[in-house]
């Protein structure tokens, strides 16, 4: 059974940093991307930004040069790194890896969100 579990999350103030990671655990899937998305209370889960397996990247706009997405593949653990921290950026942050099971038809997995909260 493959399980992602994310750590990283807190309380910060505006303009601070955090760094989320998640990791996957378990056999049978083979990571193809791995992609961070987020829900504030009220709205829609949206992407946040995603890496494929040659780590080419993808980021929102509201985002983009301020969050960088980075992948470890040995270690099957994706990480995001959030600077300049704005308080509409707090919201609940998931990850989801897209990829392979061991009979290589298509899987995929969610983490179980962990909270980010931006002070102003």
């Known amino acids: 059974q493959v399980q992602l579990v994310e750590s990283g999350g807190g309380l910060v103030q505006s303009g601070g940093s955090l760094r989320l990671s998640c990791t996957a655990s378990?056999?049978?899937?083979?990571?193809?991307?791995m992609t961070w998305y987020r829900q504030s209370p009220g709205k829609q889960r949206e992407l946040v930004a995603s890496?494929?397996?040659?780590?080419?990247?993808t980021y929102s706009e509201s985002v983009k040069g301020r969050f960088t997405i980075s992948r470890d593949n040995p270690k099957r653990t994706a990480y995001l790194q959030m600077n300049s921290l704005k308080p509409e950026d707090t919201a609940v942050y998931f990850c989801?890896?897209?990829?392979?099971?061991?009979?290589?038809?298509?899987?995929?997995?969610w983490g179980q969100g962990t909270q980010v909260t931006v002070s102003s």
């Open positions: 378990g056999s049978g899937f083979s990571v193809n991307t």
């Open positions: 989801h890896f897209g990829g392979t099971d061991s009979a290589g038809l298509a899987d995929d997995y």
């Open positions: 890496i494929t397996v040659y780590s080419i990247t």
